[in-house]
């Protein structure tokens, strides 16, 4: 198998394999990690496009990479989003708390 053909084959199952992690709505550091192998993938048919010559699939990638990448930072690495969530989890926990009281 030559470079090419495995660029391409690994950038379609991880991408197939990111949108099920995003679709799945499994939480939100999941999708962060989504957004993360969505990455890896844009630089895999970037790496491609290159080798095959194919200029739309290159600036294609280039800009769903810079898409993927506010993703990265909205979903793993933003500070403001990362207190929401910690709060979000906590009021959760306070709730589940209550309502096993509840039904005790």
């Given at each position: 198998?030559?470079?090419?053909?495995?660029?391409?084959?690994?950038?379609?199952?991880?991408?197939?394999?990111?949108?099920?992690?995003?679709?799945?709505?499994?939480?939100?550091?999941?999708?962060?990690?989504?957004?993360?192998?969505?990455?890896?993938?844009?630089?895999?048919?970037?790496?491609?496009?290159?080798?095959?010559?194919?200029?739309?699939l290159l600036w294609q990638n280039i800009i769903l990479f810079a898409v993927n990448?506010?993703?990265?930072?909205?979903?793993?690495?933003?500070?403001?989003?990362?207190?929401?969530?910690?709060?979000?989890?906590?009021?959760?926990?306070?709730?589940?708390?209550?309502?096993?009281?509840?039904?005790?």
């Amino acid at each position: 198998m030559t470079s090419a053909e495995l660029l391409e084959w690994y950038a379609m199952i991880s991408g197939v394999i990111a949108a099920l992690m995003l679709a799945g709505d499994f939480g939100r550091r999941i999708t962060g990690f989504g957004f993360v192998l969505f990455c890896t993938m844009n630089i895999a048919w970037i790496l491609f496009a290159r080798m095959d010559d194919t200029g739309g699939l290159l600036w294609q990638n280039i800009i769903l990479f810079a898409v993927n990448l506010l993703g990265v930072w909205q979903y793993l690495l933003s500070p403001k989003n990362r207190r929401k969530m910690r709060a979000v989890k906590q009021a959760v926990e306070e709730f589940e708390a209550k309502e096993a009281e509840r039904g005790a």
